[in-house]
């Protein structure tokens, strides 16, 4: 994407000066000086890729160390997103841009992480953001959680999901949703897209003809995330269970909820969550207020 099409002033100005070595990069920012004759002054930082630490459809995220100026030994993450998944298809990334450099703000941080900025090659987008020592949720997912820990983590998604969505932001950006083909190709499937994705993203149901993807599909993945974190599974092993559940030939899968002894209030609100009919489907604001999210539950003994 070329930076004539940014059109967000708050994308263009979180843009950092940026020369990508074989080795490292080295960003360069101004700074206000300390006299008339002294109005900016230049400085420089180096930093370094030292850890892999995942890969999602579109993009892989490596730890950086700050090796020169002022940040130097400071790590920090940065996500690399190919701006081409087919060829001649250039993905639309600005909106992803412009949601992570708006929840940057200071009155968003206990929602989600902080970027420093971006930066652009011509083959990749690169976003960076503050780096978590305990890595993400599913680093964390060995064994199932207790359903007292998977309410308090389901509470703090929601959180996030409300705030976005009544800014007219969908988590997932779009970017794994702008064609059906980059969804469905054999390497996205093997990364277990087709267990977290609303069905509408890959044509299936009744909410494959609205035309555009609405916030439901955030819901529909919150709905799978809460069952991995209760069961150890995705609720569906593979887009066949999908599309018998969605076509009516088969109910909501509840066997490993059951099994894990999972309360009647946690069923439903999952089972709500991943109603085919996207309209159909809890918003953030409903699941909020869903009996689940307010009845009583045990703390573990471990607590």
Known sequence: MAPSRLTSDLVRGSKIETEVLETSTKHVFYTPGSSAKERQVRKEEKWVRDAYLGQGAFGTVHRERCEEGERKDTV???????KRVMAGEELDYNRELEAIVKFSNPRYSHCFVRSDGWFETPNSVFITMEYLELGDLQSHLAHPLHEFDARDITA???????????????????????RLDDVTSLRTLQRGTFGFAAPEIFGLGSGANLGSYT?????????????????????FQGLSEVFKYISGQASFPMTDL???????????FVSKLMAESPKDR????????????TM????????
């Open 76 to 82: 920090r993450a940065v996500k690399e997103i190919k």
């Open 156 to 178: 703090q998604i929601i959180e996030g999901l409300h705030i976005m969505h009544e800014n007219d932001f969908i988590a997932d950006f779009g970017i794994s949703k702008r």
């Open 215 to 235: 916030s439901a599909v955030d819901m529909w993945s919150l709905g799978a995330v809460v069952h991995k974190i209760l069961t150890g599974n995705p609720p």
């Open 258 to 268: 059951q099994k894990r002894g999972v309360s009647e209030n946690g069923q439903d």
């Open 282 to 293: 809890l918003t953030a604001a409903g699941a909020a207020q869903h009996p689940w999210m």
């Open 296 to 303: 009583h539950l045990d703390a573990p003994e471990d607590l």
